[in-house]
T-cell receptor
Framework: NAGVTQTPKFRVLKTGQSMTLLCAQD?????MYWYRQDPGMGLRLIHYSVGEGTTAKGEVPDGYNVSRLKKQNFLLGLESAAPSQTSVYFC??????????????FGPGTRLLVL | GNSVTQMEGPVTLSEEAFLTINCTYTATGYPSLFWYVQYPGEGLQLLLK?????DKGSNKGFEATYRKETTSFHLEKGSVQVSDSAVYFC??????????????FGKGTKLSVKP
């Protein structure tokens, strides 16, 4: 049981390049989330999904797109990377998103540097 | 809006010292409250949680009590160890229908424990 995994661990992009971050979970969780972590800002929600085939915007969605074609995978895309997207990206999942006190499980993170 | 405010760090303590990290929140309704810990180079791990007023969450010697009257969830440990050096995040999760189920984080407090 690997939990939540993220690919890649680290990536360097040039401004304008595109890339996709992959998140996979093997816990059969319905809800999945993408957060970004910036110094002094905590974690902020980018996009989330409440089930296979669904996605929705979070607090800071601009410049990102997501897809959830399979229940276990949640992809985060950057179509045209900008230096402001330099950050550490965390994926998380939870069983339902609606049970009081339910825990979210986090992946190890992807560190992205945009030059 | 919904938000979490936690004391700014970094906090530097000697081994066996007493730790308090303050956390207060603003939220609609009655949220669940969490403390997550992030060790260097790793993702976030749940440390403890509480789901209703006067609940006490505890784990690994850490404790926090859900105080509705002061909207607080302060983290405490009686005797810290070097291995407790990490970044600690206070977070809340809204518990009403239609909420996204995501966590709303404070900015994090970095703790360094010296031998």
């Amino acid at each position: 049981n690997a939990g939540v995994t993220q690919t890649p661990k680290f990536r360097v992009l040039k401004t304008g390049q595109s890339m996709t971050l992959l998140c996979a979970q093997d816990m059969n969780h319905e809800y999945m989330y993408w957060y970004r972590q910036d110094p002094g800002m905590g974690l902020r929600l980018i996009h989330y999904s409440v089930g296979e085939g669904t996605t929705a915007k979070g607090e800071v969605p601009d410049g990102y797109n997501v897809s959830r074609l399979k229940k276990q995978n949640f992809l985060l895309g950057l179509e045209s990377a900008a230096p402001s997207q330099t950050s550490v990206y965390f994926c998380a999942s939870s069983p339902s998103g609606t049970v009081i006190g339910e825990t979210q499980y986090f992946g190890p993170g992807t560190r992205l540097l945009v030059l | 809006g919904n938000s979490v405010t936690q004391m700014e760090g970094p906090v530097t303590l000697s081994e066996e010292a007493f730790l308090t990290i303050n956390c207060t929140y603003t939220a609609t309704g009655y949220p669940s409250l969490f403390w997550y810990v992030q060790y260097p180079g790793e993702g976030l791990q749940l440390l403890l949680k509480a789901t209703k007023a006067d609940d006490k969450g505890s784990n690994k010697g850490f404790e926090a009590t859900y105080r509705k009257e002061t909207t607080s969830f302060h983290l405490e440990k009686g005797s810290v160890q070097v291995s407790d050096s990490a970044v600690y995040f206070c977070a809340l999760r809204l518990n009403y229908g239609g909420s996204q189920g995501n966590l709303i984080f404070g900015k994090g407090t970095k703790l360094s424990v010296k031998p």
